[in-house]
């Protein structure tokens, strides 16, 4: 069966410091994998998309980036965070490229930026 | 392009009384529609899917949900409230675009009293 990592779970970080956030995908090959940001009230919003290794497509021009170094790993950084990336980060991954095929979402992880 | 609209941000019914959660979409294609739930702290869960095969969805924890095409609406009921469906409710859309993309709306918390 497919299971999807993400961590750390909750992460405090201080203004202008970096970020690394991994996710990372078992059971499955060729995944497509997401990063959303949930802010209360706001939804969720997707941030990165990776259809394959090093493709990487922008949703939302902000101060984050991805990589997607292997076929399973997703990563999330920042060089210098600011107060608004602070939220609820979710990583999820699909098969398949029509629209019918669900995501499925891992565990999140809370950045509280200080 | 689309969206989604989730009337009613929050919704509170009581224990064994019908639950009812609205979501209106607007796509450019016939789309494909998405509820999943959020428990406190956790990442999202599927909870049933539309993909044209049939307008009434069955999906688990006795969740369903019927497309309306002239109504452009994609309802979720339950018919009993049970104190453990209370959590956060997305609603997501998805067009034929080739890639799995969602967009989702901004979630309705449930809330069950006894």
């Known amino acids: 069966s497919q299971t999807i990592h993400q961590w750390p779970a909750t992460l405090v970080q201080p203004v202008g410091s970096p970020l690394s956030l991994e996710c990372t995908v078992e059971?499955?090959?060729?995944?497509?994998l997401y990063w959303y940001r949930q802010a209360a009230g706001r939804g969720l919003q997707l941030l990165f998309y990776?259809?394959?290794?090093?493709?990487i497509s922008s949703e939302v021009p902000q101060n984050l980036s991805a990589s997607r170094p292997q076929d399973r790993q997703f990563i999330l950084s920042s060089k210098k965070l600011l107060l608004s990336d602070s939220g609820f980060y979710l990583c999820?991954?699909?098969?398949?490229?029509?629209?019918?095929?669900?995501?499925?979402f891992g565990p999140g992880t809370r950045l509280t930026v200080l | 392009a689309q969206s989604v609209t989730q009337l009613g941000s929050h919704v509170s019914v009581s224990e064994g009384a019908l639950v009812l959660l609205r979501c209106n979409y607007s796509?450019?294609?016939?789309?494909?529609l998405f509820w999943y739930v959020q428990y406190p702290n956790q990442g999202l869960q599927l909870l049933l899917k539309?993909?044209?095969?049939?307008?009434l969805v069955k999906g688990i924890n006795g969740f369903e949900a019927e497309f309306k095409k002239s109504e452009t609406s994609f309802h979720l009921t339950k018919p009993s409230a049970h104190m453990s469906d209370a959590a956060e409710y997305f609603c997501?859309?998805?067009?034929?675009?080739?890639?799995?993309?969602?967009?989702f709306g901004k979630g309705t918390m449930l809330l069950v009293s006894p």
């Open positions: 059971g499955t090959s060729n995944p497509n």
């Open positions: 990776s259809v394959g290794i090093g493709q």
């Open positions: 997501a859309v998805s067009g034929d675009s080739g890639y799995s993309t969602l967009t």
């Open positions: 999820a991954w699909s098969i398949g490229l029509a629209g019918e095929n669900e995501q499925f």
């Open positions: 539309y993909t044209s095969a049939a307008t």
């Open positions: 796509s450019s294609v016939p789309p494909y």
